[in-house]
């Protein structure tokens, strides 16, 4: 039902951020080397992503928004995958909820673009008088996404936000993560009407030079290469980790597990612990993780928004990390 849709839309979708998480993600999947991020307050009048991805063939655009569509489902053990993920085809399905969508996209097959306008599911007309179905335009080959007004029709959830600036830092703090983790693609994010980059890497840029773009000169250079794989509990694990003798302001934390940016709470104690011995009181550390884990060993249906995860054999896992991360601290003496 409406209201059902609706509920499950709001658990989804509770800040701007969230939004773009997904709109992000539906960009990296769909095989972009370019994602371009525009936001105007916060994310709350307009988010605008671009991507040059494989776009959404124009057949499949009148289902786009519809609650369990996704073309990543492919096999029954999908459904259990964090590979391509707990809430499947609910994203797209939530934002046309509770926003006003336009989706405009190019597969390399087709001679023009395709725009279309959505609201709770459905095609709807651009302007008032015409026909909802989708109307070619020139475009080049990928996906952009409109999200204007988010939240327009609940005044409770938009009070809720005290800030443009605060939402707008949470965007840079989403794009960021992804900008250091999906190397390869090349990132901007700016505020609408401003010529000055929130964030750019380019394509072709390292890790730690992503690093450098996102977080300062300062982190950068004070980065060691960490590693860490073990058969027994059926997990690889590398990143970029701060030494102990540099100190963040608070524990940084930029995990991804199979690729999915998520929290873990036992991660992050488990960090925050092997660091507290090397580091002066009250020092924090940056830490960059990416975790790949048997898909079928990860549950991230933990909490709706998909962010804090938990795994099989999580006390063993982080233990062999932390025991690696100590042996990796302790080794470095500036
Ligand atoms: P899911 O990602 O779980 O499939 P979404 O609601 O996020 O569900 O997206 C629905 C579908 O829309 C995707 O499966 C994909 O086929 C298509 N899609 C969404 N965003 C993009 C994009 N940027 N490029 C290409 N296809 C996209
Ligand atoms: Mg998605």
Excluded at 135 to 156: C, H, M, S, W, Y
Aim: hydrophobic share 35%; charged share 25%.
């Amino acid at each position: 039902s409406d209201v059902v849709n609706k509920i499950a839309a709001g658990e989804i979708i509770v800040a701007p951020c969230n939004a773009l998480k997904e709109l992000i993600e539906n960009s990296v999947d769909a095989g972009s080397t370019s994602i371009e991020i525009l936001a105007k307050d916060g994310g709350l009048k307009l988010l605008q992503i671009t991507d040059n991805g494989h776009g959404i063939d124009q057949e499949d655009m009148p289902i786009l928004c519809k609650r369990h569509t996704t073309s990543k489902l492919k096999t029954f053990e999908d459904l259990s995958s964090i590979g391509t993920y707990g809430f499947r085809g609910e994203a797209l399905a939530s934002i046309s909820y509770m926003s006003h969508l336009t989706v405009t996209t190019k597969i390399k097959e087709s001679s023009c673009a395709w725009k279309a306008r959505y609201a709770k599911g459905e095609l709807v007309p651009m302007k008032p008088g015409q026909t909802a179905e989708p109307k070619p335009t020139a475009g080049r080959q990928g996906t952009q996404i409109t999200v204007e007004d988010l939240f327009f029709d609940n005044p409770n959830r938009r009070k809720a936000f005290r800030s443009a600036s605060e939402e707008y830092a949470k965007i840079l703090d989403v794009v960021g993560r992804h900008a250091i983790h999906c190397s390869n693609v090349a990132f901007t994010c700016k505020k609408h009407g401003e010529s000055s980059m929130g964030i750019s890497v380019p394509a072709n840029a390292s890790t730690v030079e992503r690093v450098r773009q996102v977080h300062g000169s300062s982190v950068a250079n004070e980065l060691i290469k960490f590693e860490v794989s073990n058969d027994r509990w059926g997990f690889k694990s590398e990143g970029w980790i701060s030494n102990a003798n540099y100190s963040v302001k608070r524990t940084t934390l930029l995990l991804f597990i199979n690729h999915r940016s998520v929290e873990s709470s036992a991660i992050k104690k488990g960090v925050e612990q092997t660091y507290a011995t090397f580091l002066p009181k009250g020092g924090h550390p940056f830490v960059y993780l990416s975790l790949e884990i048997d898909p079928r060993r990860v549950d991230v249906n933990v909490h709706p928004t998909k962010r804090e995860v938990g795994f099989l054999n999580e006390e063993e896992i982080v233990e062999t990390i932390c025991d690696e991360l100590r042996s990796t601290l302790g080794k470095v003496d500036s």
